[in-house]
């Protein structure tokens, strides 16, 4: 019997845009928008991707890292939407067809500066499941998904 | 605009039982069986129940503690399982039609004594929203649901 073990691991990101909540909130929920700054990354081969924004509803990606990668896949849920302020999903993750992770992950968009500007805060926790803890890389890989939002919201306004 | 917030607690409870693992799983996996000891708790009014036992299923429950008390709902959605071994799932809350938390949720059965004996381990993470802060309560309604489960497997073998 395989030997089946959870790990727990938190993180949480900040960072400021120069732009509307409403324009942070918008690049999550349009599909065309988050296509490019979410699975589009440099490297990333994407294999499928569906989109269904509304609580209940499913998005879920497949990709690879390279052509040699591992084929990976993101099943995303949301669970809790509060247009333009709040969306809280959980997603899981397999790697080479076996589970990776279980997240669930708060994002806020908090108005700064008479709402010019927007805080986001990324909270996620992650169960890490048989033998997988990737809490460094998982925190670098969200790190790397903020920026290229930012490179989203400059170059399509 | 309101102001919604969201806090980030945990909490892991473990408690030995003396029956296999498989007995433990199936009183997840068996709606009979779940009926009686998670929404079957002294006190509580049952306005609805829907059963879905498997990855990307939802459960869906509406309740009130006592006939004067607010109108609550428990949205699950499993997110990954292993047969006899692990459970892990998410669900959102709402107390009086307003968000109060939104949850991941790792249960594991842990063999012992040669499989005579299962270590249930159930850890969770919380995000409790818009001013809500439940903790306590949510460990302590926790507990009560394992002693509620001890009660199940004994009365119905």
Do not use: C
């Amino acid at each position: 019997m395989t030997l089946h073990t959870a790990i727990h691991k938190s993180f949480v990101l900040e960072r400021v845009y120069p732009h509307a909540p409403a324009r942070l909130f918008n690049a999550f929920k349009d599909p065309a928008k988050k296509a490019r700054w979410f699975v589009g990354g440099e490297g990333f081969i994407v294999d499928g991707a569906t989109w269904d924004f509304r609580v209940g509803g499913w998005e879920r990606f497949k990709f690879r890292f390279g052509e040699k990668g591992p084929p990976m896949t993101n099943d995303t849920v949301f669970m809790e939407i509060v247009e333009n302020q709040r969306i809280v999903f959980a997603y899981s993750m397999t790697i080479g067809g076996n589970p990776l992770s279980v997240s669930l992950t708060t994002v806020e968009f908090v108005a700064q500066d008479g709402g010019k500007k927007t805080l986001l805060r990324f909270s996620e926790h992650d169960t890490f499941l048989d033998g997988n803890d990737g809490l460094d890389s998982r925190r670098e890989g969200t790190t790397g998904l903020l920026q290229s939002l930012a490179n989203e919201l400059e170059k399509f306004p």
